[in-house]
C-alpha cells in the first residue's frame, strides 16, 4: 500500500513538473523567433497526393505540383498569420491500359490562416494551418473529349514544421489533408451526367523568405 501510494505521489509530481515545464515553455501568443509581428513569409513549395478520377476505367493516379504562398503575421497579442496560395497541380491519369494521353491540370486559388505556437526553440517554428480555397481545372488529352471542364471547392488542415537557417531564410514541410472536390459534367450521345472527382495533396516541401 506504501509502495503504491508512493508511486502515485512520484507520477503526480512528474505531471505538475511537466505541466510547469510546459508553461514555461510554450506560448500561444507571441511568434516563434525570427518571425515577428507584421513579417511577410513568401513561400514556394512542391506537393504531392493522390487524384481520384471517377471516371470508368480510369484508375487513381499521382498528383504533384508547385505553389506560392504570402502570409502576413498580423499585429495583434496572439500568434497568427493569414494569407492566400496559388499553384499548379496535375495528373497523368492511369487507365485504359496505360495508352491513354488523359490529364488532368488544375489552378488552386487557396486563403489560409496559420497559429504559429512558441516553443521558445531558436528557428523552429511549427504551426496548424487551415485553408479553403476553389479549384479551377481542365483535361488534357483526346480520351475525354465530352468531359467539361471540372471546378470546386478546396479546403483542408495541415501541420507545419519550418526551420530558419538565417533570420530570413528557411526550409519547411506541411504534412496533412488538402483536399479538392472537382465536379465535372460529361455529355455522350444526349445524356448529361454530373459527376464527382477529388484530390488529395498530403505533403509539401519547400523554403521560406521572410521580408
Do not use: C
Not at 505540383?65 to 498580423?74: E, F, I, K, T, W
Not at 491500359?97 to 517554428?125: K, T
Not at 480555397?133 to 501541420?159: A, E, M, Q, R
Amino acid at each position: 500500500m506504501a509502495n503504491s501510494r508512493k508511486a502515485r505521489a512520484i507520477l503526480v509530481l512528474a505531471l505538475v513538473l511537466g505541466v510547469t515545464a510546459l508553461g514555461f515553455s510554450f506560448d500561444i501568443k507571441s511568434f516563434p523567433s525570427p518571425i515577428q509581428k507584421g513579417s511577410i513569409l513568401i513561400s514556394g513549395g512542391f506537393g504531392l497526393g493522390l487524384f481520384y478520377p471517377a471516371i470508368a476505367g480510369a484508375e487513381n493516379s499521382a498528383l504533384v505540383g508547385g505553389s506560392v504562398a504570402v502570409d502576413y503575421a498580423l499585429p495583434i497579442n496572439f500568434a497568427l498569420t493569414v494569407g492566400g496560395e496559388i499553384g499548379y497541380s496535375g495528373s497523368k491519369l492511369k487507365s485504359w491500359g496505360n495508352n491513354s494521353d488523359a490529364s488532368l491540370g488544375e489552378i488552386p486559388i487557396i486563403a489560409r490562416v496559420a497559429w504559429h505556437p512558441n516553443w521558445e526553440v531558436n528557428n523552429l517554428d511549427t504551426y496548424v494551418l487551415v485553408k479553403f480555397g476553389y479549384g479551377i481545372g481542365f483535361w488534357g488529352g483526346d480520351d475525354l473529349d465530352g468531359l467539361s471542364n471540372p471546378h470546386g471547392v478546396i479546403f483542408g488542415t495541415n501541420l507545419g514544421f519550418r526551420y530558419f537557417f538565417l533570420p530570413a531564410f528557411g526550409a519547411f514541410l506541411e504534412t496533412g489533408y488538402e483536399y479538392h472536390f472537382l465536379r465535372f459534367k460529361t455529355d455522350f450521345g444526349g445524356w448529361t451526367t454530373t459527376w464527382s472527382a477529388f484530390g488529395a495533396k498530403f505533403l509539401t516541401l519547400g523554403v521560406t523568405l521572410r521580408l
